[in-house]
T-cell receptor
Framework: DTEVTQTPKHLVMGMTNKKSLKCEQHMGHRAMYWYKQKAKKPPELMFVYSYEKLSINESVPSRFSPECPNSSLLNLHLHALQPEDSALYLC???????????FGPGTRLTVL | AQKITQTQPGMFVQEKEAVTLDCTYDTSDPSYGLFWYKQPSSGEMIFLIYQGSYDQQNATEGRYSLNFQKARKSANLVISASQLGDSAMYFCAMREAYGGSQGNLIFGKGTKLSVKP
């Protein structure tokens, strides 16, 4: 199984809502990543987990809260988002830090 | 300063022809890796090919090959026999072993490739 899955595919939420994005991989990878991508721009790294511990937080606002419940799962909890947070959110995993990353299909988030 | 430069915002190629997408990089690390990803309009980033800085030969994967010129710090992607399904955004990325990216990917701005029938 060489797949990274993400749910939901699309999400529309209001600024007062709380929602979560989910990511799962069964490749035995020990590093997992969250990226944010705006239209026609490259992905921007948000968070990195290595061996289930938060390794990197790229100065992301606290309204985004990552969680790694186990080695296969990665969540991104969303609360009180702003319209400018509307973007494609990509999850990726790699065998270890620095190895090629495999991406999921992404969640298209719209904040109203 | 930009670490990864892709100078072609958009490219057109005729179906069945070959196309080269340019990528130059800037690093002082002796150990680094270069990656190419394809992103169709659906959004998923698809890993295409990898070149390590110590690799003696250019990487190849099916119709994809990487023209690695270390002295020039370039890592151009060559797609042979273009197909309509190759129409997508293509990102070049670099991983430094010791640099500020802490082993994570630094992406270029991308090149949008359109294959004409």
């Amino acid at each position: 199984d060489t797949e990274v899955t993400q749910t939901p595919k699309h999400l529309v939420m209001g600024m007062t809502n709380k929602k979560s994005l989910k990511c799962e991989q069964h490749m035995g990878h020990r590093a997992m990543y969250w990226y944010k991508q705006k239209a026609k721009k490259p992905p921007e790294l948000m968070f990195v987990y290595s061996y289930e511990k938060l390794s990197i937080n790229e100065s992301v606002p606290s309204r985004f809260s990552p969680e790694c419940p186990n080695s296969s799962l990665l969540n991104l909890h969303l609360h009180a988002l702003q319209p400018e947070d509307s973007a494609l959110y990509l999850c990726a995993s790699s065998q270890d830090l620095g190895w090629e990353q495999f991406f999921g299909p992404g969640t298209r988030l719209t904040v109203l | 300063a930009q670490k990864i430069t892709q100078t072609q915002p958009g490219m057109f190629v005729q179906e069945k022809e070959a196309v080269t997408l340019d990528c130059t990089y800037d690093t002082s690390d002796p150990s680094y890796g270069l990656f190419w990803y394809k992103q169709p309009s659906s959004g998923e980033m698809i890993f295409l090919i990898y070149q390590g800085s110590y690799d003696q030969q250019n990487a190849t994967e099916g119709r994809y090959s990487l023209n690695f010129q270390k002295a020039r710090k370039s890592a151009n992607l060559v797609i042979s026999a273009s197909q309509l399904g190759d129409s997508a955004m293509y990102f070049c990325a670099m991983r430094e072993a010791y640099g500020g990216s802490q082993g994570n990917l630094i992406f270029g701005k991308g090149t949008k490739l359109s294959v004409k029938p």
